[in-house]
């Protein structure tokens, strides 16, 4: 079993939506989990990260983290042709360097 | 230039040639890291420097060598790489190798490398 799992997509939605992408995990140690997203020819840009349980709210995009069932969530509200690009979670253990990534999920948002 | 910049952004070679491929931060960050993204698979840590001191190397074959001569440059050396090395490099820094809080990994815009 892979430590964390990532459907690849890709995921096509229409301008406006919202957009769902999720993560399971199977290590129940993990303290840190980060959603990057990655445009084409670029490299990752963290957009959030949480610590623990929880969500978290930034503009339109909210990260929730359901650590009873190790799995993780990053919504799109509104979502826009600007938001294509390749979802990647990621996850980490506290005062660790390495990072655990999924395979990542292809957004597209049609306008 | 700001942030984390990486050259060539695109390489092709063969498989007897040498190259190497740079990174700079300009973060002021004390740690740098070598990361392989292949397509359909995640990102795998290759190397990691903390104050030019070489901390962690993941079963990486020898035909990938890295050197870090300062906190501000890293580079990896390439020779006699096989078909399957064709990835993405990218490379990434943080503040810190590790610690209490969170210690954000910022990325460079990666290297395409193409292996015949």
């Known amino acids: 079993q892979k430590e964390v799992e990532q459907d690849p997509g890709p995921l096509s939605v229409p301008e406006g939506a919202i957009v769902s992408l999720n993560c399971t995990y199977s290590n129940s140690a993990f303290q840190y989990f980060m959603w990057y997203r990655q445009y084409s020819r670029k490299g990752p840009e963290l957009l959030m990260y949480?610590?623990?349980?929880g969500n978290k709210e930034d503009g339109r995009f909210t990260a929730q983290v359901d650590k009873s069932s190790k799995y993780i969530s990053l919504f799109i509200r509104d979502s826009q042709p600007s938001d294509s690009a390749t979802y990647l979670c990621a996850m980490s253990f506290s005062g660790t360097y390495k990072y655990i990534f999924g395979t990542g999920t292809r957004l597209k948002v049609l306008a | 230039e700001t942030g984390v910049t990486q050259t060539p952004r695109h390489l092709v070679m063969g498989m007897t040639n040498k190259k190497s491929l740079k990174c700079e931060q300009h973060l002021g960050h004390n740690a740098m890291y070598w990361y392989k993204q292949s397509a359909k698979k995640p990102l795998e840590l290759m190397f990691v420097y903390s104050l030019e001191e070489r901390v962690e190397n993941n079963s990486v074959p020898s035909r990938f060598s890295p050197e870090c001569p300062n906190s501000s440059h890293l580079f990896l050396h390439l020779h006699t790489l096989q078909p399957e090395d064709s990835a993405l490099y990218l490379c990434?820094?943080?503040?810190?190798?590790?610690?209490?809080?969170?210690?954000?990994?910022?990325f460079g815009p990666g290297t395409r490398l193409t292996v015949l």
């Open positions: 949480t610590y623990s349980s």
């Open positions: 990434a820094s943080s503040l810190f190798l590790a610690g209490g809080s969170y210690n954000e990994q910022f």
